[in-house]
């Protein structure tokens, strides 16, 4: 009866009401695409009849949560949805007032918890542990900015490395992972080429910043660099390592009008500090057995970003569980090219590739950008063709998945892109076991998604930003205001408790 009135409560919710959350602008990104276009969630999910998530009963969806969690989430999202109260919370946090003991605690209890795994360690091991008793893993993110000098990046590299080498005093996992490794569907159709078991703790991933570790500035000059070498082959960057390939012919080449000076003695060798930060998490990651996600930023830094974790790929991927993952952004025109490049570039190398696959997080950036510089959009010009574009890259990830020589982390909130995945996966007959295919959303949000793909076998986590309320606050209050739509996943949510009701 309890988990019935909690659910009833949250059908109550009104249909905008995540759209708004932690916006500290009124304008949505997605207003970009058109008011026209497909709204996130479409039609079709709603249908039971192929329900491969089992999304068509809310009551087994949510039985692992309880009563007093949904009615909180409930009405984190009731406030969520009152648009005045969110501007004026969002100038809050921002302002001097958060000094007020009373007004970190409000925030504290709201927003913070409903989205953050806590301020420390010890805070982030609790909600790790209640993630696992609901079938989930977590990835851990301590919120960091970025980067100015290299002071900033050697201490943003210890902190990164704090939470790496924290991961294994947390409680191990009891369930027992295969670690596979390559097979053919024609001879092994049940999957059963594995390696090996693996006891894994309840953390899948560590995650990481470039732009906290190497400068923001010498990214924009390295990044400027890669594009004019790629317009122009015979252009000599004797910096450059070995690296697998990182932009396309259809990749946004605007930013670097004419050709930019060779990087200073300073620059190289500042350059070289930033490559030996990553291997040495990279180094850590590797000998605790953990994969390491590479974040992706904004396209004026993104080459360099691509350029560092391509190269630590190629040292790192050798093992049948790739290390280093990149991360490809799906709302960008040239991100299918990059993907079949990179992964067929690994193939030739006979190593692993590992790719994390979003939609994207800086749309209104990225227009306004190019518009000043009178550069078409990067961005796909409507919602559906991100939507393609996703599901497409997807599609083809799990091939290589399936094949043995690619890892994927699904990143979605999506719910058609989740069951699409979840097909497809099946399909192919990849075991729901397989460490090289894993889905994930952050906390507090597609919540229905990320139970109804642990309910369905599948391997699931849930992005956890976790440090103290002033640094990590920033941070979500930008994902926020670039990551609206991803919000209105919510209201899937909604549609699906109703059939409880």
């Known amino acids: 009866m309890a988990n019935r009135l909690s659910l009833a409560l949250r059908n109550r919710i009104p249909a905008h009401s995540t759209a708004r959350l932690l916006s500290s602008s009124s304008s949505s990104p997605f207003q970009l695409a058109a008011a026209t276009a497909p709204p996130l969630v479409h039609p079709e999910v709603v249908d039971r009849r192929s329900d491969i998530l089992g999304l068509d009963d809310p009551q087994a969806v949510f039985a692992s949560v309880p009563s007093s969690e949904l009615l909180r989430s409930a009405f984190n ?12 919370g969002s100038w809050l946090m921002a302002s ?4 007020i003991p009373v007004v970190r605690r409000a925030v504290k209890v709201t927003v913070y918890e409903h989205f953050c795994a806590g301020e420390g360690v010890g805070e982030a091991g609790k909600t790790l542990t209640r993630m696992w008793d609901r079938g989930l893993r977590g990835i851990l ?35 027992d992972f295969l670690v596979p490794c390559a097979f053919d569907l024609a001879t092994d159709p049940d999957n059963v080429g594995y390696v090996g078991v693996s006891h ?15 400068p923001i500035r010498l990214l924009e000059r390295v990044s400027d660099l890669l594009r004019w070498q790629h317009r122009h082959p015979s252009f000599h960057l004797p910096w450059k390592v070995d690296c697998m390939p990182i932009l396309t012919d259809s990749s946004p080449l605007y930013h670097t009008r004419s050709a930019p000076p060779p990087l200073s ?3 190289e060798a500042d350059l070289q500090l ?5 291997e040495r998490l990279a180094s850590k ?17 993104q080459p360099a970003i691509d350029y560092f974790t391509y190269s630590a790929s190629i040292s790192f991927n050798k093992r049948d569980v790739p290390i280093v993952f990149g991360t490809i952004q799906a709302y960008l025109k040239d991100a299918k090219e990059r993907v079949v490049k990179v992964a067929e570039d690994a193939e030739r190398r006979g190593i692993m590739v590992g790719l994390k696959l979003v939609r994207g997080a800086y749309i209104s950036r990225e227009t306004k950008l190019a518009s000043s510089l009178q550069a078409d959009s990067p961005i796909h010009s409507c919602i559906r063709d991100t939507h393609e574009c996703y599901d497409s890259c997807a599609a083809f990830m799990l091939e290589k998945v399936a094949k043995g020589s690619g890892s994927v982390v699904l990143a979605t ?21 397989n460490e090289n295919l894993h889905f994930a959303q952050l906390k507090g949000m597609a919540d229905t998604l990320s139970l109804g793909l642990k309910n369905a076998g599948f391997q699931v986590s849930k992005y956890l930003p976790f440090g103290p309320l002033e640094k990590v606050i920033p941070y979500l209050l930008r994902r926020a205001e670039e990551n609206k739509g991803l919000l209105l996943t919510s209201s899937a949510d909604r549609l699906l408790i109703r059939f409880e009701s």
């Open 265 to 267: 003695d300073k620059e």
């Open 413 to 433: 909130h999506n719910i058609n892109s989740g069951k699409a995945a979840a097909s497809k996966a099946e399909e192919l007959g990849i075991s729901k076991r």
């Open 96 to 99: 001097p007032l958060m000094r």
């Open 274 to 278: 930033a490559h030996k930060r990553l």
């Open 200 to 214: 894994r703790s309840e953390v899948s991933f560590a995650c990481v910043k470039i732009t906290a570790i190497c």
């Open 77 to 88: 999202l009731y406030l969520a949805s009152c648009g005045p109260l969110v501007d004026v």
């Open 141 to 175: 993110d301590y919120g960091l900015e970025d980067a100015e000098g290299n002071e900033d990046c050697d201490r943003n590299l210890e902190e990164f490395l704090q939470t790496v080498e924290m991961t294994p005093s947390l409680p191990p996992s009891s369930r």
């Open 285 to 301: 990651c590797s000998e605790l057995y953990l994969p390491l996600l590479v974040d992706a930023e904004y396209t004026s830094v």
